[in-house]
């Protein structure tokens, strides 16, 4: 947990880094995001939750991007996310440094994105209203502690490979265990709009969980007004204790845009978690406006619907304030 005063202080910090001078081969950028809201429980499971309304923040990031040279460049991010009580906590969210060792391969290291869900996100594009439907189910941590390499397999850069080795720590610096996560994406472009991603990783555990094997597969299609994807996951973790466990799941999403500052979204998961019992899937709808009255400023009215076959379901509306700066 962070203090308001070290909070201030951090932000002082990324400040006096932004307004350093840098040598002249050198740049740095710092700017940041947030995601605020106002909120109204329309339906929810638990009955002290329901009519619940109010504002709320999310997400604050607090970035440094730097460039050092033509082939060493980083980034230091840090996040005060929403599932800190008080709003008072405060984590270094991306620590890396990517060296460009020949042509466009590169290798980086660090608490950085790991090979998995980065290029759904970049199609999904409102990571304001949700997060891809591996990162909502704790498939794969939004980041880890490791190396990563990627580059081109062919000279026109269609297709592209991406590894990782990593702690399988998210962003802990600390590693506590000899057991590590390992990665591998390839992505192919036929065309620029045109995606197609498969991926998947391995890890051991050092406690009653053996293994866990992931198997993913993305198909995107994106333009300036136009962007629809459909993404798809296997995950299959073995227990020494019990028997495994499968969950399965799969996204359809997409957006367009109808006016020069409107756009309409939508999206729909299904989740199978197989081994907690036949008639336990969970469904995500989430559907919504955006308006942008400025190119980094987004005001998205939406409606969030959760449910499960076990249980009513949660229905929430938000009016949501996206900013880049």
């Known amino acids: 947990m962070m203090s308001p005063l070290r909070w201030c202080s951090a932000i002082l910090l990324f400040a006096l880094v932004g307004m350093a001078e840098p040598a002249a081969s050198q740049s740095v950028d710092v700017g940041g995001r947030m995601y605020v809201d106002y909120f109204y429980n329309f339906a929810d499971p638990a009955a002290e939750a329901e009519d619940l309304h109010g504002f709320q923040y999310r997400r604050l990031y607090l970035t ?118 390992a990665y591998g994406q390839i992505q192919v472009r036929p065309t620029d709009p045109l995606l197609f991603v498969v ?15 992931r198997l993913s597969g993305l198909i995107g299609y994106s333009t300036d007004t136009f962007r629809v994807g459909l993404e798809t996951y296997w995950y299959r973790l073995r227990r020494a204790t019990a028997d495994a466990r499968t969950n399965t799941g799969g996204s359809l999403f997409g957006s367009v845009q109808v006016a020069s500052a409107w756009e309409v979204i939508g999206r729909v998961d299904r989740v199978w978690p197989l081994g907690k019992g036949p008639d336990r899937y969970d469904t995500l709808v989430v ?35 996206e900013v880049d700066f």
């Open 64 to 181: 440094t991007d730097f460039t050092l040279s033509e082939v060493f460049s980083g980034r230091a991010r840090l996040e005060a996310p929403e599932d800190v009580p008080g709003g008072s906590g405060v984590a270094v969210k991306d620590l890396w440094l990517t060296w460009q060792y020949s042509g466009e391969h590169s290798a980086t290291i660090g608490v950085t994105p790991p090979p998995a869900f980065g290029l759904t996100q970049d199609v999904w594009g409102y990571r304001s209203l949700a997060r891809t439907v591996m990162d909502r189910q704790d498939i794969v941590d939004s980041r880890d502690l490791g190396v990563r390499v990627d580059g081109p397999l062919f000279a026109d850069g269609s297709v592209r490979y991406a590894a990782m080795i990593a702690n399988n720590s998210n962003t802990r610096f600390t590693e506590t265990d000899r057991y590590k996560r």
């Open 199 to 213: 991926g998947g990783d391995y890890t051991a555990f050092p406690d009653e969980r053996t293994r866990g094997i």
């Open 287 to 321: 559907t919504g406006i955006a308006y942008r009255p400025h190119p980094t400023v987004a005001l998205i009215p939406n409606l969030r619907l959760e449910d499960r076959d076990d249980g009513p379901a949660r229905t929430t509306g938000r009016v949501t304030l």
